[in-house]
């Protein structure tokens, strides 16, 4: 059984540009959450997908958007990029009803902006 | 706002006992949770506490003083491989929403 996995796994990007970074959610999960890790702090929330549609969301502008699929998979796409938008970027899946044990991480998109 | 304090790094010896405490400010508490992340890789769930008191999962421990808004995780007979990242992180419904900015455990010989 797969878990959660994304992709790419490294991504060079130049300011301005654009960039969707993609994630498959563990087998039986159905609610795909983003974060945010710069280096040496904690993932930050971005948003969480749930029935395809964004249920919650953290403080990031709305240069950060998202969109899940009908497979529950899921994109996280980032406009005009800026050099602090350089980080590692998981992906969480979890069930939409399920306990708090169920929440996999992927291994992460790491991003540099130049 | 919302806040949480964690001790930056902590050197432990192999064998040995550590405790990595938490501290938060945050509206809306629904539990706090751990979790580790070594080097490179992506976080790994521990542990979750929605109620006062301690949580036991082999050699890892958790504890929540809601009313102190505190908790702390505990290490027993650490090994090497414990060296890592360790994140505590506050809920809200089925989602954690803040993370600490971690605790670097070093385990030493």
């Known amino acids: 059984d797969a878990g959660v996995t994304q992709s790419p796994t490294h991504l060079i990007k130049t300011r301005g540009q654009q960039v969707t970074l993609r994630c498959s959610p563990k087998s039986g999960h159905d609610t795909v959450s983003w974060y945010q890790q710069a280096l040496g702090q904690g993932p930050q929330f971005i948003f969480q997908y749930y029935e395809e549609e964004e249920r919650q969301r953290g403080n990031f502008p709305d240069r950060f958007s998202g969109h899940q699929f009908p497979n529950y998979s899921s994109e996280l796409n980032v406009n005009a990029l800026l050099l602090g938008d350089s980080a590692l970027y998981l992906c969480?899946?979890?069930?939409?009803?399920?306990?708090?044990?169920?929440?996999?991480f992927g291994p992460g998109t790491r991003l540099l902006v130049l | 706002g919302q806040s949480l304090e964690q001790p930056s790094e902590v050197t432990a010896v192999e064998g040995a006992i550590v405790q990595i405490n938490c501290t938060y400010q945050t509206s809306g508490f629904y539990g706090l949770s751990w979790y580790q992340q070594h080097d490179g890789g992506a976080p790994t769930f521990l542990s979750y506490n929605a109620l006062d008191g301690l949580e036991e999962t082999g050699r890892f421990s958790s504890f929540l003083s809601r009313s102190d808004s505190y908790g702390y995780l505990l290490l027993q007979e650490l090994q090497m491989k414990d060296s890592a990242s360790y994140f505590c992180?506050?809920?809200?419904?089925?989602?954690?929403?803040?993370f600490g900015k971690g605790t670097r455990l070093s385990v030493i010989a």
């Open positions: 969480a899946s979890s069930e939409g009803t399920g306990g708090r044990e169920t929440q996999y």
């Open positions: 992180a506050v809920w809200r419904g089925n989602t954690p929403l803040v």
